[in-house]
């Protein structure tokens, strides 16, 4: 069985940071690249990064190059999201997605506000 858990979420004030966790069981977590998604309020869900099977990232949104970092330790079979300077507006759901984009997490509520 396939599972994606997010944790890390939380409430942080403009400017701050946060770190997501996106623990993998049930498949060989080394063998497939991973997405994290995010989804705000009455928006629709969207990419935030991809991390490859062997750690090479790629697809990052331009609002949140040069402030977030995706990467993963496959020995721990998890991925992280290290968020920095965060926004009102990305106050969003954030998701974890792997397995050729076939299975999600339940994800991890983000609130950027003071």
């Known amino acids: 069985q396939v599972l994606l858990v997010e944790s890390g979420g939380g409430l942080v004030q403009p400017g701050g940071s946060l770190t997501l966790s996106c623990a993998a069981s049930g498949f060989a977590f080394s063998r497939y690249d991973m997405n994290w998604y995010r989804q705000a309020p009455g928006k629709e869900r969207e990419l935030v990064a991809t991390?490859?099977?062997?750690?090479?990232?790629?697809n990052w949104h331009n609002s949140v190059k040069g402030r977030f970092t995706i990467y993963r330790i496959n020995a721990k079979n998890t991925m992280y999201l290290q968020m920095n300077s965060l926004k009102p507006e990305e106050t969003a759901v954030y998701y974890c997605n792997g397995v050729d984009g076939r299975y999600w997490g339940q994800g991890t509520q983000v609130t950027v506000s003071s």
């Open positions: 991390v490859t099977s062997d750690g090479v990232t790629l």
